[in-house]
């Protein structure tokens, strides 16, 4: 089974939109056995908190099912448990890497490197663009 966790700074806006996307492409790929996929924070200010509602609304729009979902954080055990650490940009790799108490990346990933492209996915919660951050 292949783990992956997938990790913005708060866990309402761009990991959770990666989780609930995922989710449903093993899920319609029926590969729901080959893998865990799951979402966290690299802060605590949104621990216990849903979905930032317009993550909500472009996975609706998209007609993507939410994943139901509560904000956790990241934890230095998530690096042993899971396959891959993908963070949303460069603030979230350094942070997961200090949060794992790692110096070097070996199971974090930026998300945009797997399409081939080293920027970083646009954080909603300060623009209100979900459009760009899909």
């Given at each position: 089974?292949v ?16 989780e ?16 865990a ?26 007609q ?5 979902h ?22 979230n ?5 200090r ?14 490197s ?21």
């Amino acid at each position: 089974m292949v783990k992956i966790l997938f990790v913005c700074h708060g866990n309402i806006c761009r990991s959770t939109m990666a989780e609930s996307v995922m989710t449903y492409l093993v899920k319609e790929r029926q590969l729901e056995a080959s893998f865990a996929i799951s979402s966290a924070a690299t802060s605590r200010e949104e621990i216990g908190n849903p979905p930032h509602c317009g993550t909500v609304r472009k996975l609706k729009e998209m007609q993507i099912p939410l994943v139901p979902h509560r904000a956790v954080q990241m934890t230095a055990s998530d690096y042993e448990a899971y396959d891959y650490l993908i963070g949303m940009d460069s603030a979230n790799i350094r942070s997961m890497m200090r949060i794992a108490g790692r110096s070097d990346t070996g199971k974090i990933y930026k998300l945009l490197s797997f399409a081939g492209i080293e920027r970083d996915v646009a954080d909603p919660w300060y623009t209100g663009d979900f459009d760009a951050t899909w």
